[in-house]
């Protein structure tokens, strides 16, 4: 069964990879970032998720993997865009004010 909520808000019709992309963005704005592999596979029907969390990593996507009690969760913690925005932040020197 595919689920129609997920962390309380409605999921939207996506294709897999871009589905995967909205839940770790949405978990991330939870109280609670984590989400199993089982849930990608048996509530979303995405059984290739570390395929797809692979191909978000060679795109820029930092997504962390945590294992816990032989369950793997994954969490996200920079999209592309706050990667970039972070790297110009960075380079510019405005990240941290030093007065």
Same mark, same amino acid.
């Given at each position: #069964?595919?689920? @129609?909520?997920? +962390?309380?808000?409605?999921?939207?019709? =996506?294709? @897999? +990879?871009?589905?995967?992309?909205?839940?770790?963005? $949405? %978990?991330?704005? &939870?109280?609670?970032?984590?989400? &199993? &592999?089982?849930?990608?596979?048996?509530?979303? +029907?995405?059984?290739?998720? &570390? %395929?797809?969390?692979?191909? #978000?990593?060679? !795109? =820029?996507? !930092?997504?962390? $993997?945590?294992?816990?009690?032989?369950?793997?969760?994954?969490?996200?913690? #920079? $999209?592309?865009?706050?990667?970039? *925005?972070?790297?110009?932040? *960075?380079?510019?020197?405005?990240?941290? !004010? $030093?007065?």
């Amino acid at each position: #069964m595919d689920y @129609q909520y997920f +962390r309380e808000r409605p999921v939207p019709k =996506l294709n @897999q +990879r871009k589905k995967v992309e909205w839940l770790l963005e $949405t %978990a991330r704005e &939870s109280t609670k970032p984590l989400v &199993s &592999s089982n849930v990608f596979i048996y509530d979303f +029907r995405i059984p290739r998720i &570390s %395929a797809h969390i692979h191909n #978000m990593r060679n !795109d =820029l996507w !930092d997504v962390r $993997t945590v294992k816990k009690d032989n369950e793997y969760f994954y969490e996200l913690v #920079m $999209t592309p865009k706050e990667i970039v *925005q972070y790297s110009k932040e *960075q380079n510019t020197g405005k990240l941290f !004010d $030093t007065e």
